[in-house]
């Protein structure tokens, strides 16, 4: 048997040996004690037959290592991975409904390590697969969120509802709602003004090199000053600001501060891709187009704009990115979302609760990311080099 | 090599982080005055020099692993033998660049436990990263021509390593290890609640019991730490790549 | 005594054959030029000699030796390496540049430091100026004499060289061809160029060699060349109706002018080429030019009918 590919291998041993050696799912007879691990074994054992056969298709992964590259391996790479990562859920789930399953029961079936490092794995052979079966980025994304459809169903389904993690959704689903929609806005509304600043600030910074070398030493100390830091200097001075001028609704702490500084963070980003999406247009370009009579505004408009916009938007990914992870930092000053209920969890030691916090956080900035990769490539018009 | 004089930038902001140590502890006059509302203006449960050791101290462990770890698989990646992990890393950065740190830091918690360990698997997980890609980028930015000419000239594959590749490569993976050791210095602090003893142990106490002034003190020191490591590094960069200097 | 052969090479790229059943002998202190379009395969020749790249078939023997004999590392130290975009270490000075080789073959400090200063002169870089510079403080063409320097620097047996002067302006590359010619004459190094300047092949090749798709098309000094092209492909690569002014280019005024007679009007060099001479003749309307030699002194008299070489 020849080795082919000695990344499919080192997949497969990982995979291994977190399915192996890290518990799957942890049980705890209720909320707060910390959980016995469960490993895969003894969960194939625990139940029908049934689990065993979910995991037949493990066998194509683990032969992938040694089978000839060609698009078929890729295919069953790519409907295994997807199955098999359906099929973890759907024993988590099954589980959870053995154990802990009726409306009031205490006991705790949570995530162990191995699960997500499991999943992780297999999101990876997807990646993988992918990278043979799909060209472009669009296509790319479009086959990793079918692969999610299964997780979907069996969510919809109900069919998971007896997990510690989906129990703490529904015991907290209006905190939940309400962190979506702050979380949502406190992004929204630090990019924007950043975004409209600083696009101002970096068409002026390309204009005057002088200004450019005043402005960029002040936002390099901005960003650098850490997050927690920086909510933390902004409370006093807006306190006393509150204080003087009572009713506009200044406060130390709360959704102002996090606003102002979230808006801080972002200025750095969007100036910098601004500015080296200008200085990237080709002079060639430039002088053609005031060669052939076009005014500053039309040059503006219709050569240096289209020409920059890739390179501002890569800047706004890496803004926006930021800016969801930042928000749940800005929790620690009152201002809510995701982060409030992830150092709530954190501060009662309940992992569900924060894994409740912290998953959203993650599918939201994972989506923001993937969505301007898109634009971009979309923009570029070419194939994408992600 | 230039002389090693320091900037001006770095003896400011390293004197003022100084002076705010040797003052701090001298100033509850100060905060008393600035936080009349605060009943106890400044913060006592511990030494401010001691939660700056802590803190460096965490910094600099979890960045020294994620430098090894990170400048070796880069170079693994880069490598003849190792391109083929290139795309597996690629699809790991991508998913990793989207991950906030203060996530990173609240998952590993719960897993391991509270204090220092779940704080330094994070800090250096995350630390990975920058690292990773500064080595990736750097050694992507080594001229074709150079290569090709080092091993013309009879370079074995070691001295073109070490004499060439990385040298040259030194800037932009540095650049990395900045990002990476300013990033974590902010996520050390924000560590302190999950229990790891760093600067950031006086902001949470503060903002848990409402005590600006405790904020305040935590902050500036964070704040200052962050500013001068970033000097640090700016010095270091200008000192290691003369030949990229403006001179003449 | 041939320096280089290259028995019956084969090299392919993904089934494409890039070189193909190329022969070739290179004699002890001979110039060899390589030339042809891009693709042709005179990159690929060149790099398979210092075995950059590997051949798949056939033979290479350096001084009667094969050179799969040794490690490649062991090989390239004894044959120099130039190529077009100079490739010098941009964090390294012009001294530790041109002492790369020398210090791979741990020659003595004293020794090395003589060597890197003996170069510079000859490549007319004063040394106290120049030692420790680093490559971004010089000229596109002062980069090129330190890359040849450094490929000169531990006395190699051969030198590669790859399009050296294909990015320089016009100036700076004839004044470096000129300085290559210098070198060779003095150092009777056997040197193989590549190039698809036609040009610079007439000028510099004591033998060229055309390539087209991976083939030696036709070998021969430049008189071959342009009197004799062995196929329509090789006339219109010389350049047909350029033909006879790029013969005149390989005479000098001083094979063809008459002892002294008096003619008045500005003079010309007696190692000016022929079609140098030509342009003169044009350019000033006359019919006659005075020859001076090296000195400056008059040394005889070139009529413009003389420009004819005498019936064979």
Redesign the interface.
Known sequence: MRLY???RL??VLLSLAAALGLPLLTYAPNRLLTGQGIALLDLLQGGSGLRWLVLLPVLPLLLAPWWRPAVLRERLVYLAALWLGAALWWLAGSEATLRAGGEDALARVSFG?GFWLLQ?LL??QL??AL?VLAGGLPRRVLLLLLAQLPLLWLLLSGRLDSLSLLREYHNNQDAFDDALLRHLQLVLFSVLPALLLGGALGVWAYRSARFARLLFPVL??LQ??????????L??PL?WLGRQLPGLGIA??GLAPALLALSLYALLPVVRGTLAGLQQVPPAVREAARGMGMTPWQIMLQVETPLALPVFLSGLRITA?QA???A??AA??GAGGF?AI??Q???A???DQ??L??LP??LL??L??VAFRLLIARLKGADDH? | MKPARLPAALWLSSGLLLALLYLLPHSAGLFAWLFPEVERPLYTQDSFANLVLAHLLLVLASSLIAVLGGVAAGLLASRPAGREFRPLLDSVLAISQALPPVAVLAIAAPLIGFGEWPALIALVLYGLLPVTQGTLAGLASVPDSVLEVARGLGMGRWRILWQVELPLAAPVLLAGVRTSVVINIGTAAIASTVGARTLGLPIIVGLSGFNTAYVLQGALLVALLAIVADQCFDWLAHRLSPHVGVEH | MTMLELKAVNKFFNGWQAVADVDLQVAAGELAVLIGTSGSGKSTTLKMINRLIEPDSGSIRLAGEDIRSQPPEVLRRRIGYAIQSVGLFPHWTVEQNIAAVPSLLKWPKARIRERVVELLELLHLPAAQYLSRYPHQLSGGQQQRVGVARALAADPEVLLMDEPFGALDPVTRGTLQQELLRIQALSGKTIVLVTHDIDEALLLGQRIVLMDKGRVVQQGSAQDFLLHPASDFVRDFVGQSDVGVRLLGLDTVASRMRPLQPVSGEPIAASATLREALSAFVARRVSSLPVIDAQGQPAGVLHFADLLPVAA
Do not use: C, H, K, Y
């Open positions: 590919s000695r990344v080192l997949l390590g992780l999101l990876l990646a993988e990278q390099n100390v650098t000053i850490p997050s927690i830091a920086l909510f933390g200097l409370i006093g306190a130390g702490v990115v969801v992870g930042l749940a930092v620690l000053i982060g992830m150092f969890g954190l501060s030691s309940a992992l924060v894994l916090g912290v956080v993650l900035a994972l923001v990311d992600a």
